[in-house]
DNA sequence: ACGATAGACC
């Protein structure tokens, strides 16, 4: 019990008689006077002071007083891992309690490796780790990431016996997560026997890492079933992220609500991620009004309202949040640039894109990467510049990546640039990525230009290299539920109806004027097959889907993986008017915003 | 003394 050292109770100045519970009551009081000490410190010079206090009553000598001292100086928001490392140093034989918060303020000061070093010191010493020690060290190997070393520590929090211990088991979900490894993140998760909010929280933010949207819900939804409903800031900003990639809209909007319901208050991370979440669901109106009632905004908040103006092709306005953004002192970075410049091509605002671009380098320093060469190569592109996008591309300090080349290729099949087509072709081909959709464009491009002789060699190369397409798809979301269309697609329920809408739309369409553009379809030689393959695009299914099944002027809502085909814009633009109906498609790129046979993109994509 | 969260070129 007395690990104390005698010799130094010569220090103690209050007489034992004092005390009849003897000197082992009078060393306990003395510590007890030592942490408080230690507690009130509310800065290094404070706790320096209050060091030297200890040495000098020989207080250090007790564990527990240098344990502390440790601890405060670890991971106080004021302390100092240099100065607590040397006061470690002087303990003589410190035990798993300082080691753990050494390893903790290590981590807290992202020096990974540093806590793993530790963990090393800690084992040769013979200092048995605790439970308290596992969590920290997975984190650490967590943010690094560093898998080999996670596994290692999962094997010998085993052995302790810490298989059980459900922060241990947590940390683990969390460190194979941030690792990629989702099956293992799974494995661990599925064998606990108790779970808490943090085990769903870090099973969700692991299939969010991965981009794996559909499982994350699915997952939130489990969870809810499972009675596990707590409001949890971190799982909620996952599932407004994964409403944010599915477009699903009425579901996050769902999320907001019992936000609303079960919060007082949401933090700036949360607030951003709704806003997000609103932006590029296609409702952008509610997105800026809570954007401008923000109490507090930080960077990513101006970034994500910008990119979502973007989008939205609303550049001037995008570029006026920027300036505001300014304004308010905030540096802006790459990724905000990235915004910016997209809210610039988008919108055709050809001028004000490359001075942004000119801007950003010169006045605030950034060095542009490829996404910004990407994103003045679509500015100039789009807006026929092809020439220029060119020379452009050939005057970059660095390689150019396959996008950029396709969206000059893109560029060059809006403007029907045949000759300039050609040379990005070449060049995207000669990185052999032997993506289809590559090859579609091309060959669309060269039917719009009537090349049928190119068409076919374009198409007997896409065969001889068995490249299929990956199928376009387009997501609704009727009365919460996600509901995919792929084209042509004949297999899911209602079919027949929705096919027998399709028909019925067309018909009353082309008393408006519409009349099929079958000129890109690739296959299919005769007229008939032709158009028949354009009507059953997954958009076209999607809208006909969302007329039977939502009531008369409400608005539809389209989420599609590829970018909208011209002859699916001209329909969507008649479907607007004869229904009487506000269609909103996100595709690959941005928003169209259909309304009264018009669209917001202005014919601009 | 333990888990933890956001934005980006086609």
């Known amino acids: 019990m007395i690990i104390r050292t005698s010799v130094h109770q010569t220090h103690f100045l209050i007489p034992q008689e004092d005390h009849p519970q003897g000197p082992e009551s009078n060393f306990r009081l003395r510590e007890q006077v030592c942490v ?4 009130q410190c509310k800065n290094l010079e404070e706790f320096k002071q209050a060091h030297a206090q200890i040495l000098k009553f020989g207080m250090f000598w007790s564990s527990f007083c240098a344990n502390n001292l440790v601890a405060t100086c670890a991971l106080s928001d004021w302390g100092s891992m240099d100065y607590a490392s040397s ?5 003589n034989e410190p035990g798993s309690f300082a080691f753990n918060h050494m390893i903790r303020g290590h981590v807290k000061d992202m020096n990974l490796e540093e806590a793993l070093l530790m963990y090393d010191e800690m084992l040769e010493l013979g200092v048995e780790p605790d439970n308290f020690t596992y969590p920290t060290l997975l984190k650490a190997c967590a943010n690094l990431p560093a898998l080999e070393e996670g596994m290692q520590i999962h094997g010998h929090s085993f052995k302790l016996g810490f298989e059980d211990d459900v922060f241990v088991q947590n940390s683990l979900i969390n460190m194979y997560g941030k690792c990629g490894e989702i099956g293992l993140s799974c494995a661990v998760f599925e064998k606990m026997e108790q779970r808490t909010v943090a085990s769903w929280s870090a099973l969700i933010a692991a299939h969010a890492n991965l981009g794996l949207w559909c499982e994350c819900l699915e997952i939130f939804g489990e969870m809810s079933r499972e009675g596990c409903w707590r409001v949890e800031e971190s799982v909620l900003v ?19 609500g019992s936000l609303i319901r079960n919060m007082s208050g949401l933090n700036v ?3 951003t991620t ?32 910008i990119s979502g103006l973007a989008m939205h092709g609303h550049g001037r306005e995008a570029l006026k949040v920027f300036s505001e953004m300014l304004e308010q002192r905030l540096e802006p970075d790459d990724v905000v640039y990235v915004g910016v410049l997209i809210a610039c091509s988008h919108a055709g605002l050809v001028e004000e894109g490359l001075q942004c671009f000119e801007r950003m380098k010169s006045e605030h320093g950034i060095v542009p990467t490829v996404q910004h060469y990407g994103c003045i190569v679509d500015l100039l592109g789009r807006a026929g510049k092809l020439n220029e996008a060119y020379e452009f591309i050939k005057n970059m300090p660095m390689e150019p990546n396959d996008i950029l080349w396709r969206t000059l290729l893109s560029a060059c099949k809006v403007h029907q640039n045949v000759e300039m087509g050609k040379i990005a072709a070449r060049e995207l081909f000669s990185l052999n990525l032997n993506n289809a959709s590559d090859y579609v464009v091309m060959s669309n491009m060269y039917a719009q230009a009537q090349m049928w002789h190119e068409v076919a060699k374009i198409r007997k190369e896409m065969v001889s290299k068995g490249l299929t397409q990956i199928p376009g798809f387009s997501l609704v979301e009727v009365k919460r539920k996600v509901y995919k269309f792929v084209s042509q697609d004949k297999s899911y329920p209602q079919c027949q109806g929705i096919y027998e809408m399709i028909h019925q739309m067309e018909w009353q369409l082309r008393f408006e004027g519409y009349s099929p553009d079958t000129s890109q ?12 393959r354009l009507s059953s695009h997954s958009q076209k299914l999607a809208i006909a889907f969302s007329l039977i099944h939502t009531s008369q002027g409400s608005r539809v809502r389209i989420v599609k993986n590829i970018r909208m085909c011209s002859d699916c ?3 969507t633009k008649f479907i607007s008017t004869v229904y009487e109906r506000e269609i909103i498609v996100r595709d690959r790129n941005r928003f169209h915003r259909f309304k009264d046979g018009s669209c917001s993109c202005r014919d601009y994509w």
């Open 36 to 39: 408080s000490l230690i507690k």
């Open 87 to 91: 006061i470690f140093q002087q303990i």
């Open 238 to 256: 996952n599932v407004l992220s994964a409403c944010t990639h599915l477009g699903a809209l009425d579901l996050g909007r769902c999320t907001q």
């Open 269 to 271: 991370i949360l607030e």
């Open 274 to 305: 709704l806003i997000d979440m609103l932006a590029k669901c296609g409702s952008l109106d509610k997105g800026l009004f809570l954007f401008q009632r923000m109490a507090k905004k930080n960077k990513m908040s101006y970034s994500v309202m």
């Open 521 to 532: 379809v690739l296959l299919g030689v005769d007229e008939e097959e032709r158009r028949q």
């Open 569 to 571: 814009h001209t329909y």
